[in-house]
């Protein structure tokens, strides 16, 4: 399949190590952040979700953090597998069921 | 399958000429989002419809129109075709107001030659 965001920001990492792939929004009025996973080629799909009353979420072998302070958002994943490999989006959204507003994106490639 | 069913997954046309991309959003959601996705420009938000009524608009072009039937699916219109409109487009569904958890469809590709 194609790429999506051939001129995204790339970050790659080994097998085993944990990934760090950040995001700043600049709409103080978010109230909802989610980040997405893109596959060559399908839609995003649907990592893990936070609200902005909260600074930190944890799901399977991945974890968000929110800093509202200085409107910063970041998606850790733990022992990062080759089936990761995609392009990891961050949205926010001001109020649940209002239009997401999407990051660039940044490039996830896992080293074997 | 994620419940969005957008149709038809590639679609190949001229200059100048007329489509129309369907969705049909996860059972049980009211809200239908679709968005653009060019190579240089990310995720791009179109418009937003909700229990048949337009809610939100983005960066829609005035080629381009959207409607949500009685049934909920939706359709994208996009018409007079340019080159620059090629791109996946993405339909995406939630419960609606005040619920959270939006699903993305697997998208249409459009080629314009």
């Known amino acids: 399949g194609e790429s999506v965001g051939l001129h995204l920001p790339t970050l790659s990492v080994q097998e085993g190590d944990n990934s760090i792939i950040n995001c700043a929004y600049s709409?103080?009025?978010?109230?909802?952040f989610i980040w997405y996973k893109q596959e060559s080629g399908k839609g995003p799909q649907f990592i893990i979700d936070?609200?902005?009353?909260?600074d930190k979420r944890q799901g399977q072998r991945v974890t968000v953090l929110l800093n509202k302070t200085v409107k910063h958002l970041s998606l850790q994943i733990a022992a990062t597998q080759p089936g990761d490999s995609a392009v990891y989006f961050c949205?926010?959204?001001?109020?649940?069921?209002?239009?997401?507003?999407f990051g660039a994106g940044t490039i996830l490639r896992v080293k074997s | 399958d994620s419940g969005v069913t957008q149709t038809p997954k590639h679609l190949i046309t001229a200059t100048g000429q007329r489509v129309t991309l369907r969705c049909s959003p996860r059972?049980?959601?009211?809200?239908v989002y679709w968005y653009q996705q060019s190579l240089d420009q990310g995720l791009q938000f179109l418009i937003q419809?909700?229990?048949?009524?337009?809610?939100a608009k983005g960066n829609i072009l005035e080629r381009f129109s959207a409607q949500q039937f009685p049934d909920l699916h939706s359709e994208l219109n996009l018409s007079s075709l340019e080159l620059g409109d090629s791109a996946l487009y993405f339909c995406?569904?939630?419960?609606?107001?005040?619920?959270?958890?939006?699903?993305f469809g697997s998208g249409t590709r459009l080629t314009v030659v």
């Open positions: 059972s049980g959601d009211l809200s």
């Open positions: 419809y909700y229990n048949g009524e337009e809610r």
């Open positions: 936070i609200r902005s009353n909260m």
């Open positions: 949205a926010e959204s001001e109020e649940y069921g209002n239009k997401l507003v």
């Open positions: 995406a569904s939630s419960p609606g107001q005040g619920h959270y958890g939006y699903t």
């Open positions: 709409n103080s009025a978010s109230d909802y």
